[in-house]
C-alpha cells in the first residue's frame, strides 16, 4: 500500500504565505500603521518598521504608548486567527481562492486586554511574537510580547483574552 506523495515544499510555502498575506491585507488599520507579518514554520513574528510619527515622547523620543498597544494587540489577533486557519488550510478545507475573493474569517474578538509598559520604546523597528496560552471554541488567552534590539529585552508585553468566532461549515 503506497501512500500519496506530499507536496513540494514550495507550494507549501506559498500557500501558508498567500493565506498569511490574505488575511492581514484585508484589515486597513494594519497597513495604516505599517504592521508586517513573517512567517517560519506555523510561528509568526509581528513587524513594526519605525517611522517619524509613532514617537509619542519627542524629548526622550519614545514610541507611543497607544501604538506600542496597538501593535501587540494586532499581532495576538493575527496568531489567534492563524491558529485557528491552520487546521483548515492544511487538510485542504479552506482554499487560497476563497479567501483571496474576500470570503475572510471572522477575527476573535478583544475581551480585555492588559498592558504591561516595562521600558521606553526606542526610534527604531519593533517585532512581537504572540503565544497562545488557551484556545477554546469560545475563548482564547494569549501572552504577547515585543522587543527591539534583544529578544531576551522585551519593552512591552500583554496578556489578552478573546471572544473566538464561532465555526460555521467547518470554516472560522
Known amino acids: 500500500m503506497s501512500r ?10 506559498q500557500r501558508r504565505d498567500a493565506v498569511l498575506n490574505a488575511l492581514v491585507s484585508h484589515i486597513p488599520y494594519f497597513q495604516f500603521m505599517g504592521f508586517q507579518f513573517d512567517r517560519r514554520g506555523d510561528e509568526i513574528t ?3 518598521p519605525y517611522r517619524d510619527d509613532l514617537i509619542g515622547n519627542p524629548m ?3 514610541l507611543h504608548g497607544g501604538a506600542s498597544a496597538a501593535f501587540l494587540e494586532a499581532t495576538a489577533v493575527i496568531v489567534l486567527s492563524w491558529s485557528m486557519l491552520w487546521e483548515d488550510m492544511e487538510s485542504g478545507v ?19 486586554f492588559s498592558i504591561d509598559y516595562l521600558r521606553s520604546g526606542l526610534p527604531r523597528d519593533s517585532y512581537a511574537r504572540a503565544k ?17 534590539d534583544q529578544h531576551a529585552r522585551p519593552f ?5 483574552h478573546f ?4 465555526r460555521d461549515k467547518g470554516v472560522v
Open 4 to 13: 500519496p506523495r506530499p507536496e513540494p515544499v514550495q507550494v507549501v510555502k
Open 46 to 48: 509581528a513587524i513594526m
Open 60 to 62: 526622550l523620543p519614545a
Open 94 to 112: 479552506l482554499s487560497l481562492e476563497e479567501l483571496e475573493g474576500g470570503n475572510l474569517p471572522r477575527l476573535p474578538k478583544t475581551i480585555d
Open 132 to 148: 497562545v496560552n488557551r484556545s477554546g471554541r469560545r475563548y482564547a488567552s494569549v501572552f504577547v510580547e515585543a522587543w527591539q
Open 156 to 160: 512591552v508585553q500583554a496578556t489578552g
Open 163 to 166: 471572544l473566538m468566532p464561532q
